[in-house]
Nanobody
């Protein structure tokens, strides 16, 4: 089993910054990708950014240029630096990891609330 533990959410004013962290632990043989999704009230969960191992990083158009995803592979940790935050960035942010074993396994964190408001 794999556990994803997120931290770093909170309340921030428009234009402010937050940094989310997500650490994966457990039976990890190989990580295919780690990334972040978000879900705002009344909306579907959407991709924010994903970072495949050895591949190109993908960002949602709405966050490109403002958010930066990074990984610390020795710690199985992924970060999301969020700058120039807007009220429309308000959502629950979920960490995702795709782990390779006998098959591909999709794991999710518990979610962390990000609220952008004055």
């Amino acid at each position: 089993q794999v556990q994803l533990v997120e931290s770093g959410g909170g309340l921030v004013q428009p234009g402010g910054s937050l940094r989310l962290s997500c650490a994966a632990s457990g039976s990890i043989f190989s990580i295919k990708s780690m990334g972040w999704y978000r879900q705002a009230p009344g909306k579907e969960r959407e991709l924010v950014a994903t970072m495949p191992s050895g591949g190109s990083t993908i960002y949602a158009g709405s966050v490109k240029g403002r958010f930066t995803i990074s990984r610390e592979n020795t710690k199985n940790t992924v970060y999301l630096q969020m700058d120039s935050l807007k009220p429309e960035d308000t959502a629950v942010y979920y960490c995702n990891a795709v782990i390779l074993g006998e098959y591909e396994y999709d794991y999710w964190g518990q979610g962390t609330q990000v609220t952008v408001s004055s």
